[in-house]
Protein backbone atom coordinates (compact mmCIF):
# COMPACT_ATOMS: atom_id res chain seq x y z
CA UNK A 1 0.00 0.00 0.00
CA UNK A 2 1.64 3.49 -0.72
CA UNK A 3 1.31 6.72 1.57
CA UNK A 4 -0.66 8.23 -0.70
CA UNK A 5 -3.78 4.63 -0.25
CA UNK A 6 -2.97 5.07 3.65
CA UNK A 7 -3.52 8.23 4.30
CA UNK A 8 -6.60 8.48 2.28
CA UNK A 9 -7.68 5.47 4.48
CA UNK A 10 -6.79 6.98 7.91
CA UNK A 11 -8.11 10.54 7.29
CA UNK A 12 -11.61 12.25 5.89
CA UNK A 13 -12.01 14.58 3.81
CA UNK A 14 -13.03 18.08 4.65
CA UNK A 15 -15.93 18.74 2.78
CA UNK A 16 -14.98 22.56 2.56
CA UNK A 17 -12.82 25.34 4.57
CA UNK A 18 -14.95 27.24 6.84
CA UNK A 19 -15.47 30.76 5.42
CA UNK A 20 -14.79 32.54 8.37
CA UNK A 21 -10.94 32.67 10.04
CA UNK A 22 -9.02 29.91 9.08
CA UNK A 23 -7.27 27.93 11.63
CA UNK A 24 -3.61 27.13 10.91
CA UNK A 25 -1.17 25.09 12.20
CA UNK A 26 2.78 25.60 11.32
CA UNK A 27 4.81 22.27 11.14
CA UNK A 28 8.50 23.10 11.61
CA UNK A 29 9.79 26.16 13.65
CA UNK A 30 12.78 27.00 12.97
CA UNK A 31 14.61 30.10 11.63
CA UNK A 32 11.62 30.01 8.83
CA UNK A 33 8.81 28.08 10.09
CA UNK A 34 9.17 30.52 13.31
CA UNK A 35 8.82 33.84 11.31
CA UNK A 36 5.76 32.34 9.18
CA UNK A 37 3.87 31.92 13.42
CA UNK A 38 5.22 35.55 13.79
CA UNK A 39 3.58 36.61 9.91
CA UNK A 40 0.30 35.14 10.85
CA UNK A 41 -0.18 36.43 14.16
CA UNK A 42 0.85 39.75 13.76
CA UNK A 43 0.55 41.01 9.92
CA UNK A 44 -1.72 38.32 8.51
CA UNK A 45 -5.70 39.18 8.58
CA UNK A 46 -8.47 36.48 8.20
CA UNK A 47 -5.78 33.67 10.05
CA UNK A 48 -5.19 32.91 13.38
CA UNK A 49 -2.27 30.07 14.50
CA UNK A 50 -3.69 27.32 16.25
CA UNK A 51 -0.92 24.50 16.50
CA UNK A 52 2.79 24.18 16.13
CA UNK A 53 4.42 20.98 15.57
CA UNK A 54 8.22 20.41 15.78
CA UNK A 55 10.68 17.66 16.64
CA UNK A 56 12.03 19.96 19.17
CA UNK A 57 9.42 20.26 21.54
CA UNK A 58 11.07 23.21 24.11
CA UNK A 59 11.04 25.07 20.33
CA UNK A 60 7.68 24.81 19.91
CA UNK A 61 6.52 25.41 23.16
CA UNK A 62 8.55 28.58 23.22
CA UNK A 63 6.87 29.98 19.97
CA UNK A 64 3.68 28.92 21.04
CA UNK A 65 3.89 31.07 24.40
CA UNK A 66 3.85 33.97 21.97
CA UNK A 67 0.67 33.08 20.29
CA UNK A 68 -2.71 32.89 22.87
CA UNK A 69 -4.80 29.98 22.32
CA UNK A 70 -1.81 28.57 20.22
CA UNK A 71 -1.27 24.38 21.41
CA UNK A 72 1.78 22.07 21.12
CA UNK A 73 0.97 19.00 19.03
CA UNK A 74 4.52 16.94 18.99
CA UNK A 75 3.13 14.25 16.14
CA UNK A 76 2.64 16.35 12.36
CA UNK A 77 0.20 13.84 11.16
CA UNK A 78 -1.79 14.79 14.33
CA UNK A 79 -1.60 18.50 13.97
CA UNK A 80 -3.22 17.72 10.14
CA UNK A 81 -5.70 15.89 11.58
CA UNK A 82 -7.00 17.58 14.15
CA UNK A 83 -10.59 18.63 13.61
CA UNK A 84 -9.82 22.51 14.98
CA UNK A 85 -7.42 22.77 12.18
CA UNK A 86 -8.68 23.94 8.81
CA UNK A 87 -5.02 24.83 6.98
CA UNK A 88 -1.53 23.62 7.36
CA UNK A 89 1.68 25.55 6.59
CA UNK A 90 4.54 23.15 6.25
CA UNK A 91 8.34 24.59 7.28
CA UNK A 92 10.26 21.30 8.27
CA UNK A 93 13.08 19.98 6.15
CA UNK A 94 12.09 18.84 2.82
CA UNK A 95 12.65 14.77 3.66
CA UNK A 96 9.36 14.84 5.40
CA UNK A 97 7.59 16.89 2.88
CA UNK A 98 5.57 14.13 1.33
CA UNK A 99 3.97 12.19 3.87
CA UNK A 100 2.88 15.67 5.43
CA UNK A 101 1.38 17.32 2.21
CA UNK A 102 -0.28 13.68 1.33
CA UNK A 103 -1.91 13.88 4.80
CA UNK A 104 -3.32 17.29 3.81
CA UNK A 105 -4.59 15.89 0.29
CA UNK A 106 -6.23 12.76 2.30
CA UNK A 107 -7.89 15.32 4.83
CA UNK A 108 -8.74 17.84 1.65
CA UNK A 109 -7.41 20.85 3.50
CA UNK A 110 -5.39 23.03 2.58
CA UNK A 111 -1.82 23.86 2.38
CA UNK A 112 1.07 25.57 2.13
CA UNK A 113 4.49 23.82 1.22
CA UNK A 114 7.96 25.80 1.76
CA UNK A 115 10.35 24.64 -1.11
CA UNK A 116 11.19 21.99 -1.73
CA UNK A 117 8.34 20.42 -2.66
CA UNK A 118 9.86 16.99 -1.90
CA UNK A 119 13.73 15.58 -2.29
CA UNK A 120 13.37 14.06 -5.39
CA UNK A 121 11.00 14.29 -8.69
CA UNK A 122 9.48 11.29 -8.60
CA UNK A 123 8.16 11.76 -5.04
CA UNK A 124 7.02 15.17 -6.34
CA UNK A 125 5.69 13.78 -8.99
CA UNK A 126 3.86 11.07 -6.84
CA UNK A 127 1.77 14.55 -4.92
CA UNK A 128 0.84 15.96 -8.52
CA UNK A 129 -1.13 12.41 -9.38
CA UNK A 130 -2.80 12.58 -5.61
CA UNK A 131 -3.67 16.27 -5.97
CA UNK A 132 -4.89 15.63 -9.43
CA UNK A 133 -7.20 12.77 -8.02
CA UNK A 134 -8.35 14.82 -5.20
CA UNK A 135 -9.15 17.71 -7.93
CA UNK A 136 -11.16 15.55 -10.20
CA UNK A 137 -13.60 14.37 -7.46
CA UNK A 138 -14.01 17.90 -6.05
CA UNK A 139 -12.81 20.37 -8.49
CA UNK A 140 -10.64 21.66 -5.81
CA UNK A 141 -6.56 22.46 -5.47
CA UNK A 142 -5.30 22.29 -2.23
CA UNK A 143 -1.32 22.32 -3.09
CA UNK A 144 0.93 25.57 -2.75
CA UNK A 145 4.41 25.36 -2.71
CA UNK A 146 6.37 28.70 -0.68
CA UNK A 147 8.52 30.01 -4.09
CA UNK A 148 7.76 33.50 -2.21
CA UNK A 149 9.70 35.27 -5.20
CA UNK A 150 6.58 35.40 -7.75
CA UNK A 151 4.94 37.55 -5.16
CA UNK A 152 8.29 40.00 -4.85
CA UNK A 153 6.62 43.62 -6.06
CA UNK A 154 10.11 43.78 -8.43
CA UNK A 155 9.82 40.30 -9.63
CA UNK A 156 5.92 40.95 -10.22
CA UNK A 157 6.75 44.13 -12.45
CA UNK A 158 9.35 42.64 -14.41
CA UNK A 159 6.55 39.83 -15.55
CA UNK A 160 4.33 42.63 -16.22
CA UNK A 161 6.73 44.42 -18.58
CA UNK A 162 7.51 41.33 -19.85
CA UNK A 163 4.32 39.84 -20.99
CA UNK A 164 3.13 43.49 -22.26
CA UNK A 165 5.78 43.42 -24.65
CA UNK A 166 7.14 46.37 -24.58
CA UNK A 167 10.47 45.36 -24.75
CA UNK A 168 10.16 42.74 -27.24
CA UNK A 169 10.43 39.11 -27.10
CA UNK A 170 13.16 38.06 -24.17
CA UNK A 171 15.74 36.11 -25.26
CA UNK A 172 18.85 35.84 -22.37
CA UNK A 173 18.37 36.34 -18.53
CA UNK A 174 21.23 36.57 -16.38
CA UNK A 175 20.93 35.95 -12.56
CA UNK A 176 22.96 35.99 -9.35
CA UNK A 177 22.41 34.84 -6.29
CA UNK A 178 24.89 35.66 -3.66
CA UNK A 179 25.10 34.52 0.16
CA UNK A 180 27.67 36.28 2.57
CA UNK A 181 28.27 32.57 3.84
CA UNK A 182 26.68 29.17 4.29
CA UNK A 183 27.17 26.43 7.04
CA UNK A 184 30.10 24.14 6.97
CA UNK A 185 27.80 21.62 6.57
CA UNK A 186 26.42 23.09 2.48
CA UNK A 187 27.64 20.95 -0.22
CA UNK A 188 27.47 21.74 -4.15
CA UNK A 189 24.63 20.09 -4.59
CA UNK A 190 22.83 22.09 -1.93
CA UNK A 191 23.52 24.88 -3.72
CA UNK A 192 21.52 23.41 -6.95
CA UNK A 193 18.60 22.06 -4.59
CA UNK A 194 18.46 24.82 -1.58
CA UNK A 195 19.51 27.93 -3.81
CA UNK A 196 19.52 27.39 -7.41
CA UNK A 197 15.88 26.18 -7.38
CA UNK A 198 14.82 29.23 -6.70
CA UNK A 199 15.84 30.55 -10.28
CA UNK A 200 14.77 27.64 -11.60
CA UNK A 201 11.04 28.95 -10.43
CA UNK A 202 12.09 32.45 -11.63
CA UNK A 203 13.10 31.33 -14.83
CA UNK A 204 9.48 29.20 -15.23
CA UNK A 205 7.68 32.21 -13.74
CA UNK A 206 9.30 34.82 -16.04
CA UNK A 207 9.36 33.16 -19.40
CA UNK A 208 6.60 31.16 -18.48
CA UNK A 209 7.83 28.11 -20.42
CA UNK A 210 9.52 24.57 -19.11
CA UNK A 211 13.61 24.24 -18.98
CA UNK A 212 14.56 21.38 -21.22
CA UNK A 213 18.65 21.28 -20.15
CA UNK A 214 20.91 21.85 -17.75
CA UNK A 215 24.61 22.85 -17.51
CA UNK A 216 27.05 23.36 -14.53
CA UNK A 217 30.73 25.03 -14.58
CA UNK A 218 32.76 24.87 -12.46
CA UNK A 219 34.60 27.74 -11.91
CA UNK A 220 37.74 28.39 -9.72
CA UNK A 221 35.90 28.29 -6.03
CA UNK A 222 36.76 31.04 -3.44
CA UNK A 223 39.50 30.89 -1.30
CA UNK A 224 36.13 31.01 1.25
CA UNK A 225 34.03 28.11 -0.25
CA UNK A 226 33.43 25.15 2.12
CA UNK A 227 36.52 22.92 1.76
CA UNK A 228 36.17 20.56 -0.88
CA UNK A 229 32.73 22.34 -2.40
CA UNK A 230 33.03 24.11 -5.64
CA UNK A 231 31.74 28.03 -4.93
CA UNK A 232 30.99 30.04 -7.44
CA UNK A 233 29.10 27.56 -9.99
CA UNK A 234 27.96 28.81 -12.62
CA UNK A 235 24.27 27.26 -13.95
CA UNK A 236 22.73 27.27 -17.77
CA UNK A 237 19.48 26.79 -18.18
CA UNK A 238 18.41 25.98 -22.23
CA UNK A 239 14.60 27.11 -21.72
CA UNK A 240 12.05 25.06 -24.18
CA UNK A 241 11.89 27.83 -26.96
CA UNK A 242 15.63 27.87 -27.03
CA UNK A 243 16.34 31.26 -24.48
CA UNK A 244 19.09 30.78 -22.43
CA UNK A 245 19.30 31.58 -18.68
CA UNK A 246 22.19 31.64 -16.63
CA UNK A 247 22.71 31.61 -12.66
CA UNK A 248 25.70 32.82 -11.29
CA UNK A 249 25.37 31.00 -7.52
CA UNK A 250 28.31 32.49 -5.05
CA UNK A 251 27.45 31.39 -1.11
CA UNK A 252 30.31 32.23 0.61
CA UNK A 253 30.83 36.18 -0.87
CA UNK A 254 31.46 37.76 3.10
CA UNK A 255 29.43 40.79 1.90
CA UNK A 256 25.74 40.41 2.05
CA UNK A 257 22.92 38.93 0.70
CA UNK A 258 22.34 39.61 -3.08
CA UNK A 259 19.77 38.41 -5.55
CA UNK A 260 19.96 40.05 -9.05
CA UNK A 261 17.68 39.04 -12.42
CA UNK A 262 17.85 40.90 -15.48
CA UNK A 263 16.75 40.10 -19.07
CA UNK A 264 17.52 41.39 -22.36
CA UNK A 265 15.03 41.00 -25.09
CA UNK A 266 14.61 42.46 -28.42
CA UNK A 267 14.11 45.94 -27.46
CA UNK A 268 15.81 46.59 -24.39
CA UNK A 269 16.55 45.47 -21.10
CA UNK A 270 15.35 45.41 -17.31
CA UNK A 271 17.42 44.32 -14.36
CA UNK A 272 15.67 44.39 -10.68
CA UNK A 273 17.65 43.32 -7.74
CA UNK A 274 20.03 46.32 -7.48
CA UNK A 275 18.22 48.11 -4.64
CA UNK A 276 17.31 50.51 -7.17
CA UNK A 277 13.73 49.14 -8.11
CA UNK A 278 12.98 47.76 -11.50
CA UNK A 279 15.92 49.50 -13.90
CA UNK A 280 14.24 49.55 -17.33
CA UNK A 281 16.59 50.51 -20.18
CA UNK A 282 15.03 51.13 -23.57
CA UNK A 283 17.54 53.42 -25.81
CA UNK A 284 17.08 56.41 -23.29
CA UNK A 285 18.92 57.23 -20.07
CA UNK A 286 17.90 54.01 -17.47
CA UNK A 287 14.94 54.61 -15.28
CA UNK A 288 15.45 53.65 -11.21
CA UNK A 289 14.56 54.87 -8.14
CA UNK A 290 17.13 55.86 -5.11
CA UNK A 291 19.30 53.00 -3.54
CA UNK A 292 18.50 51.54 0.03
CA UNK A 293 21.93 49.42 0.27
CA UNK A 294 22.17 45.50 0.40
CA UNK A 295 20.33 43.40 2.43
CA UNK A 296 21.78 41.09 4.94
CA UNK A 297 19.79 37.93 4.60
CA UNK A 298 16.87 36.62 2.41
CA UNK A 299 13.92 37.30 5.09
CA UNK A 300 14.85 41.02 4.72
CA UNK A 301 15.53 41.10 1.34
CA UNK A 302 11.86 39.01 0.79
CA UNK A 303 10.41 40.08 3.98
CA UNK A 304 7.31 41.72 1.87
CA UNK A 305 6.89 39.12 -0.45
CA UNK A 306 6.36 36.58 2.08
CA UNK A 307 3.95 39.03 3.50
CA UNK A 308 2.08 39.00 0.57
CA UNK A 309 2.62 35.18 -0.10
CA UNK A 310 1.11 34.19 3.00
CA UNK A 311 -1.73 36.91 3.28
CA UNK A 312 -2.66 35.64 -0.76
CA UNK A 313 -2.96 31.95 0.33
CA UNK A 314 -5.26 32.62 3.43
CA UNK A 315 -7.13 34.62 1.22
CA UNK A 316 -7.09 31.68 -1.32
CA UNK A 317 -7.74 28.90 1.27
CA UNK A 318 -11.09 30.65 2.99
CA UNK A 319 -12.61 30.65 -0.86
CA UNK A 320 -11.48 26.76 -0.92
CA UNK A 321 -8.96 26.99 -3.83
CA UNK A 322 -4.90 28.57 -4.11
CA UNK A 323 -3.22 31.68 -5.31
CA UNK A 324 0.00 30.90 -6.22
CA UNK A 325 2.75 28.31 -7.84
CA UNK A 326 1.10 24.67 -7.72
CA UNK A 327 1.90 21.36 -6.82
CA UNK A 328 3.14 21.25 -10.51
CA UNK A 329 5.64 24.18 -10.08
CA UNK A 330 6.98 22.07 -7.49
CA UNK A 331 7.41 18.53 -9.47
CA UNK A 332 8.81 21.10 -12.07
CA UNK A 333 11.45 22.37 -10.11
CA UNK A 334 12.44 19.37 -8.63
CA UNK A 335 12.64 17.54 -11.85
CA UNK A 336 15.04 20.58 -13.04
CA UNK A 337 17.08 20.39 -9.62
CA UNK A 338 17.32 16.42 -10.37
CA UNK A 339 18.97 17.13 -13.47
CA UNK A 340 21.03 20.14 -12.55
CA UNK A 341 22.91 17.66 -9.38
CA UNK A 342 23.17 15.39 -12.08
CA UNK A 343 25.11 17.97 -14.05
CA UNK A 344 26.82 19.04 -12.02
CA UNK A 345 28.25 15.42 -11.37
CA UNK A 346 29.24 14.53 -14.28
CA UNK A 347 30.17 17.68 -15.85
CA UNK A 348 28.00 17.54 -19.11
CA UNK A 349 24.61 19.07 -20.31
CA UNK A 350 21.80 17.10 -19.18
CA UNK A 351 18.35 16.63 -20.49
CA UNK A 352 15.38 17.45 -18.17
CA UNK A 353 12.79 14.92 -17.96
CA UNK A 354 9.64 16.30 -17.37
CA UNK A 355 6.24 13.99 -17.20
CA UNK A 356 3.41 14.87 -19.46
CA UNK A 357 0.64 16.99 -17.45
Known amino acids: MTTAETVAG ?3 ELADV ?44 Q ?19 DPEVDAVLIATPGQFHEGQVLACIGRGIPVLCEKPLTMDAASSLA ?29 AQLRTLIVSGDIGEP ?83 GVAYEVRTEVVAEDGSATIGLDLGLVLQTGGSPRA ?16 AYDIEVQRWVDAARRCTIDGPGVWDGYAASAVCTAGVAALRSGQRTEVGLAQR
Open 289 to 304: SRSTGLAPDFRERFGR
Open 18 to 61: PSGELRVAVLGVGMMGADHVARLHSRISGARVVAVSDAFVEKAE
Open 63 to 81: VAADVPGCRVIADPLAAIG
Open 127 to 155: LVRAEDSYAARTGRRLVQVGFMRRFDPEY
Open 171 to 253: LVVHCAHRNAAVPPHFTSEMMITDSVVHEVDVARFLLDEEIAAVTVLRPRPSRHAVAGQSDPLLVVFEMASGRIVDVECFVST
Open 10 to 12: VLP
